[in-house]
């Protein structure tokens, strides 16, 4: 089989669900036209993530881990997609003749430096909230 025996177009309809969270992925998605929502479940509540549109990839992260999803993407809009399945980006990475490897990695390393500068910016927060207990710590043990 060649590369291309694993790779399709496929159009989702407005609110159909793209892939689930905790299930096993076997496909990524190049989003070609479109939006996806992608959501995050706690309980019985559901929180949107964030919105991909045309250009963006999504399910690559549980085909490069073998993890589970960790979302679930439905269909914002009608939205046209290429699937990449498993064994065509494995091919890929091994290979380097699949065109989409630089967008996926420009993403990945998108992702990464999103989630470094979210990681200062709360260890920023943390920071003042541990200087100002420390301060309100002092103000009680002053006599009045």
Same mark, same amino acid.
């Given at each position: 089989?060649?590369?291309?025996?694993?790779?399709?177009?496929?159009?989702?309809?407005?609110?159909?669900?793209?892939?689930?969270?905790?299930?096993?992925?076997?496909?990524?998605?190049?989003?070609?036209?479109?939006?996806?929502?992608?959501?995050?479940?706690?309980?019985?509540?559901?929180?949107?993530?964030?919105?991909?549109?045309?250009?963006?990839?999504?399910?690559?992260?549980?085909?490069?881990?073998?993890?589970?999803?960790?979302?679930?993407?439905?269909?914002?809009?009608?939205?046209?997609?290429?699937?990449?399945?498993?064994?065509?980006?494995?091919? &890929?990475?091994?290979?380097?003749?699949?065109? !989409?490897? +630089?967008?996926? @990695? $420009?993403?990945?390393? #998108?992702?990464?430096?999103?989630?470094?500068? &979210?990681?200062?910016?709360?260890?920023?927060? !943390?920071? +003042?909230?541990? @200087? $100002?207990?420390?301060? #309100?710590?002092?103000?009680?043990?002053?006599?009045?």
């Amino acid at each position: 089989m060649t590369t291309s025996d694993y790779i399709c177009s496929r159009i989702f309809q407005a609110g159909e669900i793209i892939m689930e969270e905790g299930q096993k992925g076997s496909h990524l998605y190049l989003i070609i036209s479109g939006s996806v929502n992608l959501y995050q479940h706690k309980g019985d509540s559901a929180t949107l993530i964030t919105t991909m549109t045309s250009g963006d990839i999504l399910g690559e992260m549980g085909l490069l881990s073998n993890e589970p999803r960790n979302a679930t993407a439905i269909a914002a809009t009608e939205c046209k997609t290429v699937m990449i399945q498993d064994q065509a980006l494995n091919h &890929a990475l091994l290979n380097d003749r699949l065109p !989409i490897i +630089k967008p996926l @990695t $420009r993403q990945l390393v #998108l992702r990464y430096k999103e989630a470094e500068k &979210a990681n200062r910016d709360l260890q920023q927060k !943390i920071t +003042k909230l541990e @200087t $100002r207990i420390a301060e #309100l710590e002092e103000q009680l043990k002053k006599p009045s």
